[in-house]
């Protein structure tokens, strides 16, 4: 898991073509009560290049049914507050394909994290919470 950090961060780092050192955030979200088999996954990573405004997401979910490479989000909200990120994961069961959509919210004061997947099509969605170390990542 820790080399995907590490991928996810360098993609990133390499998205953003300035010479300066990026403002780059990584969240290390850990969720409770969510399983290996869940659609909300026990560990989410996720990467925020705001100079770029760019934003990469990982967790084993994601690396399974995307061959291994995390995938581009953006951000919905950031504010004082909190900060809300949203992703696509295309996920094929069987033989019918489904997007998942996810949306996670931090919330800076006390650093909860919370996360729904949505199934698109669907009227289910899956809840879970947690909470997110996050840290300056460097080049």
Known sequence: M???????AGLVLAASGAL?????????????????GDWIQPLIFIAYNRDAER?????????????????????VTDNGKRTTFA????????????????????VKSNGVFSVV??????SNNFTRG?????????S
């Open 2 to 8: 820790k080399r995907c950090f590490g991928l996810v």
């Open 20 to 36: 300066a050192a990026p403002d780059v955030v990584g969240y290390k979200c850990i969720i409770k009560g969510a399983g290996d």
């Open 55 to 75: 934003v990469v997401v990982s967790d084993p979910m994601i690396l399974a049914f995307n061959d291994g490479i995390p995938v581009t989000g953006r951000v």
């Open 87 to 106: 992703w696509d994961v295309q996920i094929t069961l069987n033989v019918s394909p489904v997007t998942m959509g996810f949306r996670g919210t931090y």
């Open 117 to 122: 997947a949505t199934p698109r099509g669907y």
């Open 130 to 138: 947690g909470t997110c170390k996050v840290d300056r990542l460097e």
